[in-house]
Every structure is written in structure tokens, then in C-alpha cells.
């Protein structure tokens, strides 16, 4: 099927496939929303005397089939297209003819693209707040089970004070609900209506709508002025990317003490076999790799984030079809934490402590901090005189 810019010329078929790249196969996840801009574009354009009653109802009875088709898997996006706009719009014209080639007036695929894309990040990064947030339940579960356990608090990897369970879990949740809470309020730069700019400079003569279809899609406002768009590009998304690497970043570092505390040395935590895996030599191995692989996938999150940024820096402004790649990163950090909060709220719930090595391991110079404050309490001498005592005792 053609694409949207034909005008009747080849195109070198390596210079296609290298500017599409992955677009096709990665705008597979916005047929969706693309189709909802798409039907409030439509709608505006119905109600400034752009578009039909017939020929709107035509055009949204066409995007239910082009949808629902999409939806049972009779099509996909191929190289040809380039990418779920182009797609789109070809089948709608195939579906219902004239009326479909009707729709494209006013807008651009550069300010189709960024709504379709903040649409869709408004629905993931909301979705992925929550599964944050059961993760934060599942640490909460996973304090009370274990209320009052004893664990040596760690600094520089030594024993340094006595700590608890609940207190080691509860850090964890804590930090993991205020990553959630960054994660919304990322979504501040994401919710902003980007139609009508069209190519990154409006339309002035349509006098189109701006706010008609910012009300209909529910973003909280029209993107002003239009030349803001495309500067903004990469910018939502370093900012959403930027609160998931932070979050990784807390599911990394559990991970990391769960690999630790579930060592033969230390022996704190068990876990459950069907989440260990094996060794293809030593028979003996039960290996956490799942909270190894938690861990690594939280190192790639920052190297997401600096290719978005570094996509963008130093670009001049207006629309390049540099801005495409952004998807690549944007989407896979998206999906691997989805994923990584999955795997997390899928073992958190069978991760054991083991309290007879959890009060074995809570010796003697755990206490050393707490015996000099009993000095200054009880003596009345000044820290540094309890320190100093202290110190010589244990030494
Ligand atoms: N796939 C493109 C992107 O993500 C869509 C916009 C294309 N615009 C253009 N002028 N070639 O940026």
C-alpha cells in the first residue's frame, strides 16, 4: 500500500528500510491510540465545517473495523507503510473510500505521532504506578510476616547496628511508593494536547480547534504555542524514563540484598526452588539469576535514558526523523520494568528470612554504638569519652 508522501517517484528500497527501521513493528502498540486522535481530530474537524455528518459517521464506523481487525490480528504494519499512520490511513480509505482521505487535513504526522505516543504513555506509566504500588504491598506483607526478625544493619558491607526485617523491607517500600508517586508526576509534561500543530507551525487558515480536541482526548492542555511541540519531543519521555531508572534503581538494590542474604554464607533468606534455576555442571546449584537478571535490567534503564537525551541535544528545532528512534529506548525501558515489577510481585510474596541465622548473626558488636550512648545516659561522660571506653573493650 502507498504511503502518504508518494508522489509517483521509487524510493531506494535500502534507503526505505533503513529510515523505517523498527518503526513498523514498534508502532504496532499505538494502533489504538492513534485511532482515538485520529476519531477526536475527525470530530473536530465535523464540527468547524471540515468534515461531513456522513462522511464523519463513515469515518468513525471505518476505524471500528480497522481496529477490531487490528485487534483479531488480521493485519499488521508492514515496511511498505512505514508506520501505524500511514497504515492506518490506508486501510480506512480501502474501507470506506473518499471520506477517509478526507481526515488528514490539518494535521501532520509529527503532531500525530506525539499524540498517539501520549496517549499511550498515559495509560502505561499510570499502569505501571500501580504495579509499583503492589510491589509496595507486597513489602508491607512481606515486613508484617516477618514482624520483630532481628537483621545486622550493614554499612560497607560490616556489621554496624541491629536492625530489623520490618525496617529493611519497609525502607524498600517506602522508597518504591515515592518512586510511583515521581512516575505521576512525570505524566505533567506527557498530558498536553500536541494537535494543530501539525507539521511543528499550525494551519492557520483552518482556524482548527486546538481545545476541542484537547477536550476530547482529556489532555489538561493545549501545547502553546505550536512551535513548542516538537522541542518537546524526547523531553516527556527522558522525564518518564528518568523516574523508571530511579525505581529500577530501588528493585536493583533488593535485588541485589536478596542475592546477597540468600548466599550459603549468609543463609538469611530462602527461596522457593521454582524460582532458583541451575548450573549445567554442578548439580548442586540453585541459583538466583531471577534477582541477578532484576539487577542488571535496572543497570540498561540508564543507558535508556541517555540515549533519549542524548538523541535530541544539540538538534536544531522543528521536526527530524531522528526524533523516531526515541521509540526505541522509550519502549523497551517501559517494557522491562513492567516486567521487572511483574517478576518482582510474582516472588516477593514466597521470599522466606530464616530466623534461627537471623538471631545467630546479631553478635556482640552490633551493640557497640548502643553501650556508648548507655555510658553518656548512665555516666554522664560526653561521647567521645563513651566511644573511646567502648572501643577499648572491644579491642
Ligand atoms: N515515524 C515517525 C516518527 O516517529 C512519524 C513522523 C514522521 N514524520 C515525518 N515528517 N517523516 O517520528
Redesign the pocket.
Known sequence: MARLWHKGEDTDSLVLEFCVGD?NQLDERLVDYDIRASLAHATMLNEQGWLSDSDLAAVVRGYDDVGASHARGEWQISIDE??V?TALENRLVASIGEAGARVHLGR???DQ?LAALRLYLLDVVTHLAQLAEMTVEELKALASRHAKMPIPGYTHLQKAMPSSVTDWAGGFAAEIADDACGLRLALRRVDLNPLGSAAGYGVPELHLDRSRTCEILGFSAVQEPVTAVQLSRGKAEANVVFELTLLMQDLGRLAADLCLFNSAEFGFVSLPKQFTTGSSIMPQKRNPDVFELVRGRSSQLAGDLTSILALTSKMTSG?H?D??LI?VPLFRALDSTTLTLAIMNRTLPKVRFVPEVLQKSMSGELDAASLAFKLVRDEGVSFREAYRRVAGELS
Open positions: 518503526d512505514e508506520d499512520h501532520s504526522r509529527n505521532v521536526y526523523r526524533l523516531q521509540k
